[in-house]
C-alpha cells in the first residue's frame, strides 16, 4: 500500500484547476483545491499539507501574501 499524501491546489481559474487534478488523477493523492488565497488559509487552519501548489496571480490576494 502506497502512502497518501494531502496536496492543496490553489488558483482562481478553474480551468487550471481541473487540469491539475487531471494530470494528478491516478497517482494515489489527496488532492484539495481552493480557488482564493483566503479558501487557501480556511484549509490550514483545518488540516496539513506536504505540498501546496499555487498560482502567485491571484485577485485580492496573491501567492506571494
Same mark, same amino acid.
Given at each position: $500500500?502506497?502512502? +497518501? =499524501? /494531502? @496536496?492543496?491546489?490553489? /488558483? /482562481? *481559474?478553474? !480551468? *487550471?484547476?481541473? &487540469? @491539475? %487534478?487531471? &494530470?494528478?488523477?491516478?497517482?494515489?493523492? *489527496?488532492?484539495?483545491?481552493?480557488? +482564493?488565497?483566503?479558501? &487557501?488559509?480556511?484549509?490550514?487552519? %483545518?488540516? /496539513? =499539507?506536504?505540498?501546496?501548489?499555487?498560482?502567485? %496571480? $491571484?485577485? !485580492? $490576494?496573491?501567492?506571494?501574501?
Amino acid at each position: $500500500m502506497r502512502p +497518501s =499524501f /494531502d @496536496i492543496l491546489v490553489v /488558483d /482562481d *481559474n478553474a !480551468s *487550471n484547476l481541473l &487540469a @491539475i %487534478e487531471a &494530470a494528478l488523477a491516478g497517482l494515489g493523492l *489527496n488532492l484539495v483545491t481552493a480557488q +482564493s488565497g483566503a479558501d &487557501a488559509l480556511r484549509w490550514l487552519l %483545518e488540516r /496539513d =499539507f506536504a505540498l501546496i501548489l499555487l498560482d502567485i %496571480e $491571484m485577485p !485580492s $490576494m496573491d501567492g506571494y501574501e
